[in-house]
């Protein structure tokens, strides 16, 4: 059970590999705060590109991004609950379509739908954005809201 901001974004995190990794294995991920390199978008050749190339050319950001936290009851060792959003942009190259940015959108978004993860970590609707062009790269965001619940002792002084 995650019992804090570093629990639940460590097992966002891991959720998140241990799905998408199996689903697209040579579509990399940059975590926050990391090291990343994204592929090299002229692997994809925009005419007559296979399905591989483009893969090879694809990449994830996720990131996990808290909003509001409060106290959700009055009992003797209350309940709190804090809210974010994991965020996950599907980037191809651009001029590539969005066919395949769609798809890999498509798999987050089922893989996030109503997961209640460790316990007390519940995700809500997934809502695919196309963001568009951003350099090389065409984007297509999706934004899940989720919760955290946490119960904390109350100390007396």
Do not use: C
């Amino acid at each position: 059970m995650a019992d804090g901001f570093d629990d639940a974004a460590a097992a966002i995190r891991a959720f998140f590999h241990d799905r998408m990794t199996a689903a697209y294995p040579s579509v990399p991920v940059q975590y926050s705060n990391q090291d990343f390199t994204p592929p090299d978008v002229d692997n994809y050749p925009v005419t007559g590109g296979t399905p591989d190339d483009l893969l090879a050319s694809t990449w994830m950001q996720l990131a996990v991004i808290w909003a509001d936290s409060r106290q959700a009851d009055m009992a003797e060792s209350p309940r709190y609950r804090s809210t974010g959003l994991v965020t996950v942009s599907v980037n191809v190259p651009r001029g590539s379509g969005d066919g395949l940015a769609l798809k890999v959108a498509n798999d987050v978004s089922t893989a996030f739908r109503r997961l209640r993860l460790d316990g007390n970590i519940l995700f809500r609707g997934p809502v695919v954005r196309r963001v568009g062009p951003d350099g090389q790269w065409y984007k297509v965001n999706v934004t899940v809201p989720f919760h955290l619940d946490t119960v904390h002792t109350v100390h007396q002084s």
